[in-house]
């Protein structure tokens, strides 16, 4: 299963361009606002989780933060981002790993999570992640994940995905977190289509 899923997404970053994919943002807007909203300082730990090559990680080196973590199941995806950043890349820790065995002695203020999480469908395996969330971040951290909403897509680069609402979510992780803000968003798809995520800001208790 390992295997296969790495497989898909190595695909996926070989033969589509970065403009071919859905998840595709120049300038991420609603992300760079929530991370900004921690109001952290510019050496904080900033973790994208499941980032491939989005443009999270450049645009917060055009803000000035010096510390950033970037992980992806997909070689190929980091190869590219790496590319892209170019000299900037030096500024940036990659991780080529699967977030649910992502194990790390490092702690961080920030763990941000865009358009990866809907694809954990098994019950154990977001318990898994969930762990993993607790066990990255500093006390008091910041969490915060955008993930499809109850109307947004049922499948996702010819995969499944699972679905949530804050109630949902809430289920998961209000033990762990306290809810900060969550709010629903419509992203356009470089395809011209309509895709409706929820976004949760939650702080490590």
Sequence with gaps: M?????????TVFTTKAET???WYQ???????????????????????IG?????????????GYTNLFLLDISENAIERAKKR???????????????????????????HDRASFHFITDENDVQKYKS???????????????????????????????????MKLEAIFEEDFKLENCFT????????????FIFAHYIKR
């Design 2 to 10: 390992e295997n296969s899923k790495k497989a898909h997404w190595e």
């Design 20 to 22: 071919e994919v859905s």
């Design 26 to 48: 120049q300038k991420p807007e609603t992300s760079l606002q929530l991370i900004q909203s921690c109001k952290l300082d510019k050496e904080a730990k900033i973790i994208d």
């Design 51 to 63: 980032g491939g090559d989005s443009y999270l990680i450049d645009n917060l080196l055009d803000l």
């Design 85 to 111: 950043l170019g000299e900037k890349a030096k500024n940036v820790t990659f991780i080529v790993s699967d977030s649910l065995d992502f194990v790390t002695q490092e702690k961080f203020d920030v763990w």
């Design 132 to 166: 993993n969330v607790v066990n990255a971040l500093n006390s008091g951290g910041h969490f915060i994940l955008g993930t499809f909403s109850e109307d947004g897509p049922k499948k996702c680069s010819g995969l499944d995905i699972t679905q949530y609402s804050v």
């Design 185 to 196: 968003e419509d992203h356009q798809t470089p395809f011209d289509t309509t895709q409706n």
